[in-house]
């Protein structure tokens, strides 16, 4: 069987459908998938940061806060400082972002991942 579909043979008592309807029916299939991927992008995501780096402003600009910012429109990242013994105080800075920015989805990571388990463990999100 070969790859090109002008050689493929139609199925036993069926007749294959003319170039154009295919074409018609490959262009439908590609709007579908861009409609889709826009929908995407508009996405709320929230990404709740890992903390330790040398400065707030380069919690919020990192590797994984610039990646979902290429993919999504609409990122935010509340940023906080994870010195061990402040959970308490990092949990209700995410907790007022959810709230005041009502994201569709939350990313964590480490610390982060740590403080949305957590949140969701206590029925936050």
């Not at 074409?23 to 992008?41: G, I, M, P, T, V």
């Not at 040398?54 to 010195?83: C, I, P, W």
């Not at 982060?112 to 936050?124: A, D, F, P, S, T």
Request: glycine share 6%; aromatic share 8%.
């Amino acid at each position: 069987m070969s790859d090109d579909d002008d050689n493929d043979e139609p199925i036993r008592g069926m007749r294959k459908a003319p170039k154009f309807i295919q074409e018609n029916q490959r262009e439908k299939e590609l709007n579908n998938y861009s409609e889709a991927a826009r929908q995407d992008r508009a996405i709320k995501v929230l990404y709740i940061h890992e903390g330790n780096a040398r400065s707030l402003e380069d919690l919020s600009q990192g590797q994984v806060a610039r990646y979902l910012r290429e993919k999504f429109d609409n990122v935010y990242v509340e940023s906080m400082n994870t010195v061990v013994g402040k959970i308490q105080e990092c949990e209700d800075i995410q907790l007022r972002a959810i709230h005041s920015y009502e994201p569709d989805v939350i990313v964590g990571k480490a610390f982060g991942g740590m403080l949305l388990m957590e949140l969701i463990r206590k029925g936050y999100w």
